[in-house]
């Protein structure tokens, strides 16, 4: 199987972003798959462009994006990606669009086909605090996971595909006092495996997320 994990570049005056420092540290290689690694830019349109020539070049199995989410305890599975732009802050290409399509006339959402559930309960099993999310925003991480899942609906029908959101690293939060962190090592943990849990089922486990809002 091969395997396609993106990360971005810093964004938001943050000297590093998590998902590029453990992009570097993923191995190339998990059991009998390979894993492809790729930076993205956190630029709107630009970051689907870099996205869509390396699926179009690599074409993998198993698509993984990954992001930053500051402020959130715990790794993130998110479960669906909106048709939405709009930034609060703008993006590495001065560009802050509000109330945007990603892609025009596309579905209102989709969900991803990964088991995230499946994924949360083993990263839980081996102590990585983990949870399904049920929102990716509506910044460029969103944008990835939504374009992400709209080249499986209209050219990749095969390839599954996902996002996974991961908190700030320690050495950022001496930016913000008080925002929770976790260790790049425990991130690096924490995305092998959910992507071996991707990679070894296509089911997922039925039980509540225990979200009430």
């Known amino acids: 199987m091969r395997i396609l994990v ?28 390979a894993i492809e690694r790729r930076p993205l830019p956190t630029v709107f349109h630009r970051s689907l462009d870099v996205l869509g020539d390396a699926v179009r070049t690599l074409r993998p199995d ?15 599975i998110e479960r669906v990606a909106i ?41 839980g099993d081996a102590g990585i605090p983990a949870k399904v999310s049920n929102t990716a925003g ?24 996902g ?5 700030f690293l320690p050495e950022q939060v001496a930016r913000h006092p008080g925002q929770p962190s976790m260790a790049v090592e425990t991130v690096v943990a924490g995305l092998t495996l959910a992507i071996e849990t991707a990679a070894g089922r296509t089911d997922d486990i039925a039980v509540a997320d225990d979200a009430t809002h």
């Open 138 to 161: 509506t910044f460029v991480c969103n944008h990835v996971f939504y374009g992400a899942m709209h080249l499986v609906a209209t050219e990749f029908p095969r390839m599954r595909a």
């Open 163 to 167: 996002f996974i959101h991961i908190p």
């Open 6 to 33: 993106t990360g971005f570049d810093p964004f938001g005056g943050e000297p590093v972003n998590p998902a590029l420092e453990a992009l570097k540290r993923l191995s190339a290689t998990l059991g009998p798959h």
């Open 83 to 123: 048709n939405l732009d709009d930034a609060r802050i703008p993006d590495n290409g001065g560009q802050s669009p509000i109330d945007q399509p990603i892609v025009p006339g596309g579905p209102a959402a989709y969900f991803t086909n990964l088991p995230l559930k499946a994924m949360v309960r083993a990263l």
């Open 62 to 76: 198993l698509l993984i994006a990954v992001g930053q989410a500051g402020g959130r305890t715990e790794i993130s």
